[in-house]
């Protein structure tokens, strides 16, 4: 049995969340069992991109200067990292630490800021598609990681939580060699999976006080849950998050995958939950984001008529040119190149488009949507 532990926080007050942190240790079983005094430890935030924290893009810095301050007043002494999505240069992380206010409540904690951008490459014999796996050289440089994600939806995964977190350990522009690798979600679900396992975080926590829905994980929609979760399996985590906002675990291709490895059983049935009671925090609306991965024909299909189905069905992005600022980072960002600017806006061959949806989560204007198929908006209703 994996323990999960959730506990209800109402607001971004530091002491409410600080103590929330404190209850998650205590009901996993202490800090002691994961941290040693004088240990250096990796907060690995999700820091998609130059967001207020408002929107929920990020994770929250109050949440993080609460768990900064429970680790440095145990001894240990924190690093705060990510490597977001675009280029991972200094002037870059400065750019993002400084528009998530990370650096604000780093420098009120004096803890440190990672400016390390080189690599390393990592062995993960445990892998089922990578096994060497170049990654983040801050890793390096600490001796436990913890992943400290956000409760988002996700335009290509659906979903996005512990696991997915890990993805931000491959370095900036990296990460598009890996869509471009994997288009296939099943195969990227187990790409993210081998990265966890390789990054190997001691604890994973979620800031779920305030989520993302609809279009995440950068233009969607706040909403409400009101839930700290930590848990030292990212796998056991992301199974109780998804069931708090309503998604079955076959929509969720890391949960589905996850289950299939043998990392975690369904129906939480190797959980023991503990704090508050888990049907506190369920909704039944938590919106989805506007795409559905379903696979309506067999192997034995033809690769043509798959061809054919794929286009028809797929949903595809759409680009607001009356949002659209012209700044290039959707053509600079996309795995399969196949954006292109004319007269200064983004025009998109759908015909090589693999649908990873970096466009939409990447655009600082949120003037990229997924538009889904007639015929997919029908099925849905059905």
Do not use: W
């Not at 993002?96 to 803890?111: C, F």
């Not at 559905?292 to 067999?298: A, D, G």
């Amino acid at each position: 049995m994996k323990r999960v532990s959730l506990i209800k926080c109402e607001e971004y007050k530091l002491e409410e969340v600080k103590k929330s942190i404190l209850k998650s240790f205590e009901n996993l079983g202490g800090i002691d069992k994961y941290i040693a005094k004088n240990d250096k430890v990796l907060l690995k935030l999700n820091l998609l991109m130059n967001k207020s924290p408002d929107t929920a893009t990020t994770t929250n810095p109050i949440f993080v200067k609460a768990l900064a301050q429970v680790i440095t007043q145990y001894g240990a002494t924190v690093i705060i990292a990510d490597s977001p999505g675009g280029p991972f240069n200094k002037r870059a992380l400065e750019k993002i630490y400084e528009g998530t206010h990370i650096k604000k409540i780093a420098e009120e904690e004096g803890v440190s800021l990672n400016y390390n951008t080189e690599h390393t490459e990592i062995a993960c014999d445990n892998g089922k598609i990578l096994k060497k796996i170049i990654m983040t050289d801050y890793l390096n440089d600490v001796d436990k990681v913890i992943s400290v994600s956000k409760l988002k939806t996700h335009g290509m995964m659906t979903y996005t939580g512990a696991v997915k977190n890990q993805f931000g350990t491959i370095p900036g522009v990296l990460k598009a060699e890996y869509h471009y690798r994997m288009p296939k979600i099943e195969d990227f679900a187990d790409a993210l999976i081998d990265i966890c396992l390789a990054s190997n975080p001691v604890l994973s926590f979620m800031d779920g006080i305030i989520a993302m829905e609809g279009d995440g994980p950068s233009a969607g929609t706040t909403r409400k849950i009101k839930a700290v979760l930590a848990s030292d399996s990212p796998y056991h985590l992301d199974c109780v998050a998804t069931k708090i906002i309503g998604f079955e675990e076959n929509e969720v291709p890391t949960v589905k995958t996850s289950i299939e490895r043998g990392l975690c059983e369904s129906n939480l049935e190797d959980i023991e939950l503990i704090g508050d009671n888990i049907n506190e925090f369920k909704v039944n609306d938590f919106r989805r984001p506007k795409h559905m991965n379903i696979q309506f024909l067999s192997d034995k299909t033809p690769n043509f008529i798959k061809r054919v189905a794929d286009n028809v069905m797929k949903p595809k992005p759409v680009f607001d040119y009356d949002k659209c600022i012209g700044c290039r980072d959707c053509a600079k960002n996309c795995p399969a190149k196949v954006i292109t600017m004319k007269n200064n806006k983004p025009v998109v061959e759908l015909k090589n488009c693999i649908r990873c949806y970096c466009c939409q989560e990447l655009c600082p204007q949120e003037a990229v949507t997924i538009k889904q198929s007639y015929i997919m908006k029908k099925i849905s209703k059905i």
